[in-house]
């Protein structure tokens, strides 16, 4: 069965990195984008960033552009959210997101937290 396994949350400082990733299983990861989505307690996801087959493609939300990079390695079925200069409005909880024949598969979240 489909499997996303995200790691890489904790707490950082403002200012500070932290780069998320999503190891996927169950499926041929090579053959789907993937994307990054926040939630906070009470609220909709949102989608923050997707990546196309390869990087070629690359979406981003506004309020991350320039700050946050999505990318993907095909050969470990990974796809990585690079995020610096980490401001306290980045504090969610993270989800990896794979789209597939119309059904949407997500990661268990991990929990981004930037305070000081």
């Known amino acids: 069965q489909v499997q996303l396994v995200e790691s890489g949350g904790g707490l950082v400082q403002p200012g500070g990195s932290l780069r998320l990733s999503c190891a996927a299983s169950g499926f041929t990861f090579s053959h789907y984008g993937m994307a990054w989505y926040r939630q906070a307690p009470g609220k909709e996801r949102d989608l923050v960033a997707a990546?196309?087959?390869?990087?070629?493609?690359?979406y981003y939300q506004d309020s991350v552009k320039g700050r946050f990079t999505i990318s993907r390695d095909n050969a470990k079925n990974t796809v990585y959210l690079e995020m610096n200069s980490l401001k306290p409005e980045d504090t969610f909880v993270y989800y990896c997101?794979?789209?597939?024949?119309?059904?949407?598969?997500w990661g268990q979240g991990t929990q981004v937290t930037v305070s000081s």
């Open positions: 997101n794979s789209h597939m024949d119309g059904s949407d598969y």
């Open positions: 990546i196309g087959l390869d990087d070629s493609f690359t």
